[in-house]
């Protein structure tokens, strides 16, 4: 069976001679799923596949793939799912504890309280 693969951003340098955004047919075996194709038959390093599409639509690595199925293929964005704690941006958390919303609230109530009551009076 024939299925028609896009490979997206830093994924396209494992086939420079494609046009961006240019498909490209595979023949796959009939019981092929989405992590075979990439594994097996693209032979992409896992780690650089974060997002699947079947048909436009996201998907696993264990959905089966059937005959002309359009697969577009990117690797993670955006930096993935690292969560940055305040040690690890370089802020103490003396500091940090400034930047929290809970804390700046009272410092600010009064003026957005008062600019409040002044837009309201400014109504006819």
């Given amino acids: 069976m024939q299925v028609h ?3 997206y951003a830093s994924l396209r340098r494992y086939r420079p001679e ?3 955004g ?3 047919e595979c023949a796959v075996p009939d019981d092929i799923t989405v992590g075979h ?3 097996r038959v693209l032979r992409l ?3 650089e596949v974060a ?3 079947v048909n436009g639509v ?3 690595r264990e959905r089966p793939l059937s005959d002309g199925d359009q697969i577009a293929l990117w690797p993670p964005i955006a930096g993935g799912a690292v969560v940055a704690t305040p040690s690890a941006r370089g802020i103490s958390e003396r500091r940090s504890r400034a930047f929290r919303r809970d804390r700046l609230k009272p410092r600010f109530q009064s003026e957005f309280s008062s600019a409040g009551s002044k837009v ?4 006819p």
């Fill in 5 to 7: 693969v896009k490979l």
């Fill in 18 to 20: 494609l046009a961006i």
């Fill in 22 to 24: 240019q498909a490209f």
């Fill in 37 to 39: 194709l990439v594994d």
């Fill in 45 to 47: 390093p896992n780690a």
């Fill in 51 to 53: 997002i699947v599409l």
């Fill in 58 to 60: 996201h998907s696993e």
């Fill in 120 to 123: 309201e009076e400014e109504r």
